[in-house]
């Protein structure tokens, strides 16, 4: 079973930016697709961002689109997430997960493995 830890979160000023990383150990054959996924007080956990096996195809949510990017490195068993010009309303806990289906995952249900999650906050 494939344990996944988030790294990299913390406090940034609006406007700033942060990445994140998890890397995944223990057995990670067959794990294919990678994405990260968000959960604000109060709210539903949300989907932020999803990556394909290798690489060369991403998709983001509205909110996402234009300041994240969501990159791997396979060699590595990591996958990241670049946040630009934060927002306060991107402050959350992030949780990265990883799938043995394929292609583009969007569904939190799509994922097998999940991170504990890693606290992001944007002040004002």
């Known amino acids: 079973q494939a344990q996944l830890v988030e790294s990299g979160g913390g406090l940034v000023q609006a406007g700033g930016s942060l990445r994140l990383s998890c890397e995944a150990s223990?057995?990670?054959?067959?794990?294919?697709?990678r994405g990260w996924f968000r959960q604000a007080l109060g709210k539903e956990r949300e989907f932020v961002a999803s990556?394909?096996?290798?690489?060369?195809?991403?998709y983001y949510s509205d909110s996402a689109k234009g300041r994240f990017t969501i990159s791997r490195d396979n060699a590595k068993n990591t996958v990241y997430l670049q946040m630009n010009s934060l927002k306060p309303e991107d402050t959350a806990v992030y949780y990265c997960a990883a799938t043995l289906r394929g292609g583009i995952r969007v569904y939190e249900s799509d994922y097998a493995y999940w991170g504990r999650g890693a606290q992001v906050t944007v002040s004002s």
């Open positions: 223990g057995p990670t054959f067959g794990v294919s697709a």
């Open positions: 990556i394909n096996w290798s690489g060369d195809t991403t």
